[in-house]
């Protein structure tokens, strides 16, 4: 995992000015008004996560078809109440297709490409869990604003440059990369700390019965 930790928790910014619209702007603002989007592209509510230590595994496939095929069932069986087999999520993003998967360490799935695998993911308990995937992206200095979640969020960077910001630093993520998720209720702020466009993948397990995002502030 390449990651840059700053304990000073504050991104250095171009003192340089910007004439828009009439006004005369800094760099930092100019960088404030840039989008940061973030789009939910697979998700799934369950009442039980698998037991032990669990871990994000980022798969390639050759289509979206076969991604979902390939994929391990995970089923309830009210005879043992607990479900069978692994929690898993398909989507097709950035030109991939792509099948995450929340288990044990060391797994993989018959015909698709490991990328990554993160984790330890923050215990949790909740009545129910969600299982979500998101894709992020958006020019350099774009920003999403200070939130918290009531669970994990974990990344894998497709490209770009990912900064992070939380009570503990600041932390860049280059592009080939993954930075695991905090426990719930971190408060946080994602940013594209480079100078290209940033694509990441962004794997939550929240507690489903919480307002997946709130928005917070640093003391």
Do not use: C
């Amino acid at each position: 995992m390449n990651v840059e930790l700053s304990l000073s928790g504050v991104r250095p910014v171009a003192a340089s000015l910007m004439f828009v619209a009439g006004l005369w702007l800094t760099a930092s603002t100019v960088a404030a008004q840039q989008k940061y989007t973030v789009e939910p592209v697979a998700e799934m509510k369950v009442k039980q996560l698998p037991k032990g230590e669990l871990f994000w595994r980022v798969e390639n496939f050759p289509t979206l078809g076969a991604a979902k095929t390939a994929a391990p069932p995970y089923r309830w069986n009210p005879d043992t109440v607990s479900y069978d087999g692994l929690p898993s999520l398909s989507a097709e993003v950035a030109g991939k297709a792509w099948l995450f998967t929340l288990g044990p360490k060391g797994g993989a799935t018959a015909g698709g490409t490991k990328v990554a695998e993160i984790g330890p993911v923050p215990p949790l308990s909740a009545p129910e869990y969600l299982l979500r995937v998101n894709y992020g992206h958006g020019p350099a200095g774009s920003a999403t604003p200070v939130h918290t979640h009531p669970g994990s969020e974990t990344f894998y960077v497709v490209a770009g440059r990912l900064g992070q910001r939380t009570p503990q630093g600041v932390m860049n993520v280059e592009a080939g990369h993954s930075m695991n998720g905090h426990p719930a209720g971190t408060t946080m702020e994602v940013f594209n700390s480079g100078t290209t466009e940033l694509t990441a993948l962004i794997m939550f397990v929240v507690d489903a019965t919480k307002p997946f995002s709130v928005p917070a502030k640093f003391e």
